[in-house]
Structures are given as structure tokens and as C-alpha cells.
């Protein structure tokens, strides 16, 4: 069991950009595949891009491909997240997670996978 804090959510104009960081607790990062999911208002939690426990294979949702990019500093235990070109319809809550791998279209977390708290990504017209 890890946990996860995201940052680096807020406000910001079509187009622009935003850069997501999660934080995580223990010994064991290394351990973990991780990505992030959000959630718009009135739907369900979607997958949006994952990255192996090396660093060295991604998995990117159609919706954000080419503009989202994950990366990891395994030596700070930080997940990253750079949003560019964000488009109004990427507005949600965004959740960083931890799994045990990685799949070509989403992270696996099943009952041992662990949610950060959530942070509110929120882009204007």
C-alpha cells in the first residue's frame, strides 16, 4: 500500500497548459506502474495515461494523445502529468494511481492499487 498526493491542478484558458504532479510515499515507487484517470462531471472515472515502473513503455487514451505526456522521477517518487493544448472537455478531476502494471490501454490496478485524492483540472473558454 502506497500514498498518493496529486498537485498542480487549477485554472486555466483553452489552449494553454498545466503540469500534474503526484507524490508518493514509501520505499517501494519503483514497484508500481502508475497513471492517471479522471472524471468529468456526470461520467465515470476514464483512463488517460500510464507509464511502466522502468519508465520505458506508455499508454495514452486517444482522447489525449499527443497533447498529454506522463513521465516518473523515480528518484524523487513523482509521477508527472504535462497537459498542453488543454481543450475545455479535458476540465474533470484528475487522479493519479499505482498499480502493479501496465496495460496497452490502461493501467491495472485491481484490489491492491491505490487512488491519490484527486486534484480539479479546470479549463476555460
Known amino acids: 500500500q502506497v500514498q498518493l498526493v496529486e498537485s498542480g491542478g487549477g485554472l486555466v484558458q483553452a489552449g494553454g497548459s498545466l503540469r500534474l504532479s503526484c507524490a508518493v510515499s514509501?520505499?517501494?515507487?519503483?514497484?508500481?506502474?502508475m497513471g492517471w484517470f479522471r472524471q468529468a462531471p456526470g461520467k465515470g472515472r476514464e483512463f488517460v495515461v500510464g507509464i511502466s515502473r522502468s519508465g520505458g513503455s506508455t499508454s495514452t487514451a486517444d482522447s489525449v494523445k499527443g497533447r498529454f505526456t506522463i513521465s516518473r522521477d523515480n528518484a524523487k517518487n513523482t509521477v508527472y502529468l504535462q497537459m498542453n493544448s488543454l481543450k475545455p472537455e479535458d476540465t474533470a478531476v484528475y487522479y493519479c494511481?499505482?498499480?502493479?502494471?501496465?496495460?496497452?490501454?490502461?493501467?491495472?490496478?485491481?484490489?491492491?492499487?491505490?487512488w491519490g485524492q484527486g486534484t480539479q483540472v479546470t479549463v476555460s473558454s
Open positions: 494511481a499505482a498499480g502493479p502494471s501496465l496495460s496497452a490501454t490502461s493501467l491495472i490496478l485491481g484490489p491492491g492499487g491505490s
Open positions: 514509501g520505499r517501494t515507487f519503483r514497484s508500481y506502474a
